[in-house]
């Protein structure tokens, strides 16, 4: 059967219903990777019918299979075409789509958007047509095999439109952002760049340089490693030629930020020369360059939004040792439950050489003595 032949993926009943709801016909997903497959399961799921292409036949025929969707076909005419290429490719990609679908508004899910925007605004015949997005959303896996449905549940989805994008096609954008369940924001694409130089590239190439450290340590040196060493390097394991396109597509922005990094560092390793071989006599000033580098770390991290995107909370810790067995980590949740406590967050990290598990479970202050009682009562180890 080829591609022009293959019908709609079955829908349940109330698909119909969801579709006449969202307010959207076809929408056309080009690129089936990770975010690609990822938006087209999220769109069915509101009953969006959504057709795929890729210049990979296996690629698009897996997303197909997954039912993100069904084979774009010569004859469509979608409402809004979602381009999810490399970066590299992004203007290219956008530019043949609104060549191609003339009645369509075109978006695209890039992560880099103001070298984008200059070459599709450039080039295009229509530029009304294209407003640029940004979820930021992902996994450290990727392919159409990694993606879900729910990948852009409570995830920030920037919209970011040019001087001359359309206001319709721009609100059409954001409902289409927001029925993937995402939290829909808009910015400029220079304020948008400037931003996730800060908050997402500059954090990997610091996670990456981090982890390179690691790579000549001797085998019993990288076994010492514990939770914070893994919190600090868990991206560093992203993918280079996806990570070299974003940083060359947003370099200007990544360098701004980079260079004030490497100012202050610079100042770090300056004080720990100046501390020297005697630490009870360092030079006058050490102490403090070195407290402050920590202090100001203090104050970013508490920037960062808490749970549900909420402002910070501070959260106590309740730490748990647990055997490393099957049953055990919901037998303590079901604890936590009936002591009436909800969990903020949890994180685990193993011991080394025994088979036991640290469990930190954040609760807000209150209910951390109270909790560590009702575990201790259960029979739990807590440190206190």
Known sequence: MSPAETPEVPQ???VASRRAE????????????????????????????????????????LAADLGAGRLARPDDRPDVVVVAAPPDVTARVVGDAL????????????????AVEAEVVAAADD??????????AGRERSGAIAARSD??????????AHEASDPGRVAQVERLAALTGAAVARMASAEHDAAVAAVSHVPQVAASLV???????????????????????????SDPALWTQILVGNASAVRTVLADLAADLGEVVAALADVGDDPDAPAPGARRVLASAIAHGNAGHARI???????????????VLMPDRPGHLALLFDHVGAAGVNVEDVRIEHEVGR??????????????????????????????
Do not use: C, N
């Open 12 to 14: 349940a009943p109330d």
């Open 22 to 61: 969202s307010g959207f016909g076809l929408v056309t997903v080009v690129g089936t990777g990770l975010i690609g497959a990822s938006v087209g399961l999220a769109l069915r799921a509101a009953g969006v019918p959504v057709a795929l292409e890729d210049p990979s036949p296996t690629a698009v025929t």
């Open 99 to 114: 060549r191609r679908h003339p009645g369509a508004t075109v978006t695209d899910v890039a992560s880099v958007k103001r």
């Open 127 to 136: 530029p009304a047509r294209y407003v640029g997005s940004h979820p930021m």
């Open 151 to 160: 990948l852009f549940a409570g995830r920030p989805w920037v919209v970011v």
């Open 211 to 237: 982890a390179a450290r690691l790579r000549d340590l001797p085998a019993d040196s990288v076994a010492l490693a514990g939770q914070g060493l893994r919190d600090v390097t868990r991206i560093a394991a």
């Open 305 to 319: 939004p808490g749970k549900h995107g909420a402002g910070p909370t501070t959260y106590g810790t309740v730490t």
């Open 355 to 384: 088979a036991v598990g640290v469990v930190e479970i954040a609760v807000l202050p209150a209910a951390v003595d109270p909790l560590r009682a009702a575990l201790r009562a259960q029979g739990w180890t807590v440190r206190d």
